[in-house]
Every structure is written in C-alpha cells, then in structure tokens.
C-alpha cells in the first residue's frame, strides 16, 4: 500500500512539476441508497488533501464509513484533452482495518461540436 501511495505521488508531481500546481482540501459526504430509498446509516465521509497540475492530481486523507468504520482512502488520475476528444482516468482506494477497497474508471468523451 505505502508502494502504491509512494508511486502515486511521484506520478502526480512528476507530471505538474513544470505545471501551476494548486493544492486543496475537500470534504465529501456520500448517502447510499437502495430502491431509490435513503438507507440510514450507510453515510460516508471523506476529508482530503491534494494537490491538482495542468493534467493530474493526488489527494489522500480521512474517511469515515457508518457501516464499516474509520480509514483512510487516496485517489489519483488524469484528463486529457485532445481537439473534440477528452480522456479521463482514476484510481481510487480505501482502508478500514484490514479491508482494502479499491476501483479503477477510465472514461473517453467525443464531444459533437
């Protein structure tokens, strides 16, 4: 994990190093909901640092999960753009105790104007 977290940041600052880089902190709360009803308890919250370039960012911090307890969580990606293309990616991860939680999406956007 520390590998992972380590190869991240360098990913990150290797490629806003000659960029402006903007460093920030974000708090986001997510509900879940099953039957499009709001199921009590399932709350998660994030409190993240990072840092943002020209084509990539890193943040990492705290987050909070009502069903499965405190941890911490990272995320990191990229977006391109290139005339009407627009390229997305990211890899994100949580930890609570010795659960490892992890999701990688990719997106690729053709925009018609």
Do not use: C, Q
Not at 12 to 36: C, H, I, M, P, Q
Not at 63 to 77: A, I, L, M, Q, S
Not at 88 to 111: C, I, P
């Amino acid at each position: 994990m520390k590998k992972l977290l380590l190869a991240a940041t360098l990913l990150a600052a290797s490629t806003t190093a000659t960029a402006d880089v903007r460093y920030y902190a974000e708090w986001k709360n997510t509900l879940k909901f099953g039957d499009l009803e709001y199921i009590p308890h399932k709350d998660v919250n994030d409190l993240r640092f990072g840092a943002k370039g020209k084509h990539a960012y890193f943040e990492a911090g705290y987050v909070n999960d009502d069903g499965k307890g405190d941890g911490y969580g990272f995320e990191t990606g990229y977006k391109f753009k290139y005339e009407s293309f627009e390229f997305k990616g990211k890899f994100e991860g949580r930890k609570y105790g010795n659960v490892f939680e992890n999701k990688l999406e990719t997106e690729y956007r053709y925009y018609f104007n």
